[in-house]
């Protein structure tokens, strides 16, 4: 039972893995695989730069004199 | 969840469809492609919190730490789930690289604890009035039985 529920996991998500990803059928039509590394996909995490420097901001703000 | 067992899930996926070509390409594709989603998100919110930081910034002065840092939390949120999405992606290739033999893993379990801490990206999104990448809401709308069978507590 357990295996059945995890080909059917497995099948639903990459069904829509195929679906969503359009690309993936031109991977399998042999027309292209654009595989990048994680590093290279997403080289650094803009978000928490912005945290860095807002946070540095707002020490920057309290060390001010009013 | 750790980050690793999270990890697990992409190759897994990755290695049960297109058998006539290698697992391991078809993983890494799969783990490209939820990096790019991934980096998506991160712009996303990289402007987001930029304005409200501003915002709040503005609106609460020096004495009123408390009002900013509660003005702020969903978006630290979003930054915290985007930071151990992005700590599992580099799991899992980690993991390829390894040469790891991937029928050894427990599939059930990982695959519950990506759907919920996939489900963590997604909310923290919404909650910031973000609208998260279509790959991470339609991987969501058919996994959604999975929801709750991680025995973890995904982060």
């Known amino acids: 039972m357990a295996n059945l529920g995890r080909d ?9 893995l195929r679906i969503v990803m359009g690309e ?3 991977v399998l039509e042999g027309r292209g695989l654009d595989i990048k ?9 803009k978000s928490a730069l912005a945290k860095l420097e ?3 901001n707002r020490k920057r703000k309290k060390r001010e004199p009013a | 969840m750790t980050a690793p067992r999270l990890a697990y899930i992409l190759p897994v996926i990755a290695l049960a469809g297109c058998a006539h070509l290698s697992w391991e390409n078809n993983a890494r594709y799969v783990l490209s492609t939820a990096a790019k989603a991934g980096a998506q998100a ?11 930081a501003k915002e709040a910034n503005a609106r609460h002065g020096i004495d009123e730490e408390s009002e900013y840092q509660a003005a702020m939390r969903p978006w630290n949120d979003a930054v915290g789930a985007l930071e151990v999405y992005r700590a599992a992606l580099l799991a899992a290739q980690a993991l390829l690289d390894s040469g790891l033999d991937l029928e050894d893993l427990a599939f059930e379990s990982s695959a519950a604890c990506f759907v919920a801490a996939l489900q963590g990206v997604n909310n923290a ?3 910031v009035g973000l609208r998260p990448p279509k790959v991470f809401a339609d991987i969501l709308d058919i996994s959604e039985m999975l929801l709750g069978m991680c025995d973890g507590e995904p982060r």
């Open chain 1, 8 to 16: 059917f996991v497995i099948t639903s998500i990459l069904r829509l």
């Open chain 1, 24 to 26: 993936v059928i031109d």
């Open chain 1, 54 to 56: 807002a946070e540095e």
């Open chain 1, 37 to 45: 590394r994680v590093e290279q996909a997403w080289p650094e995490m």
């Open chain 2, 42 to 52: 991160d712009e996303r919110v990289h402007d987001g919190y930029v304005k409200a």
């Open chain 2, 125 to 127: 999104l919404l909650n």
